[in-house]
């Protein structure tokens, strides 16, 4: 069965500081995949999302993701974050199976 | 606007008491699903719907029920809700090319079974 693994439940950061947010999907097939985010109180909005071509990725608001296909990872990045970027982050995996498979979440707390 | 509505977005009922929640989606969407959300679990797939009349399993459909009469419409029906059915629940709709195609959500009902 497919599924996505979020390992980092709780990530604190000062601002300035680097992220990257671990994502591992288990599907050995095509599959595409999206980064979710979920800001306090909201629903969820798409950071971003890899179908095929270049493996990084560019999504909204300073973030990018990496797809390794040999790791069967996508990691998420972004090189300074801002408080205002304190929000559960959620990977998301589509595979043959017509469902999307979400990870655990990631909470990410940027103290200012 | 495109957007998915729910309602309600916050409902407190006592066990065993029917409910329904509705979901709306103004983007001539085809597909449909059903989430809800865990602390620790993030989201896992009640339902999903792939057109009108059309509906499927998702990871974890027992005790809820859903139907597709209209494109926009999916309802989310709880016959007989238990205290383990707490939980904050989504709709998301997206295109028919569902593999290729963004998931919009809804704002989510937060629902409490005491």
């Known amino acids: 069965a497919q599924s996505v693994s979020q390992h980092n439940h709780h990530v604190i950061l000062s601002e300035a500081a680097s992220l990257e947010l671990g994502c591992n999907y288990s599907?050995?097939?095509?599959?595409?995949l999206f980064w979710y985010v979920q800001y306090p109180g909201q629903h969820l909005q798409l950071l971003l999302k890899y179908f095929s071509g270049d493996p990084l990725v560019k999504g909204i608001k300073g973030f990018e993701a990496e797809f390794i296909k040999s790791k069967f990872s996508f990691n998420l990045r972004k090189p300074s974050v801002q408080w205002s970027d304190t929000a559960e982050y959620f990977c998301?995996?589509?595979?043959?199976?017509?469902?999307?498979?979400f990870g655990s979440g990631t909470q990410l707390t940027v103290l200012p | 606007e495109a957007q998915v509505t729910q309602n309600p977005r916050y409902l407190i009922t006592v066990t065993g008491k029917k409910l329904t929640v509705t979901c709306s989606q103004n983007?001539?969407?085809?597909?449909m699903s059903w989430y809800r959300q865990d602390p620790g679990l993030g989201l896992r797939q009640i339902y999903y719907s792939m057109n009108v009349e059309v509906t499927d399993k998702g990871d974890v459909p027992e005790g809820y029920k859903v139907s597709r009469k209209e494109k926009r419409n999916f309802p989310l029906i709880l016959e007989s809700p238990s205290p383990n059915q707490t939980s904050l629940y989504f709709c998301a709709s997206s295109g028919i090319a569902e593999y290729t195609d963004t998931q919009y959500f809804g704002p989510g009902t937060r629902l409490t079974v005491l």
């Open positions: 599907y050995g097939g095509t599959v595409n």
């Open positions: 983007m001539n969407h085809e597909y």
């Open positions: 998301a995996a589509y595979g043959s199976a017509r469902q999307l498979t």
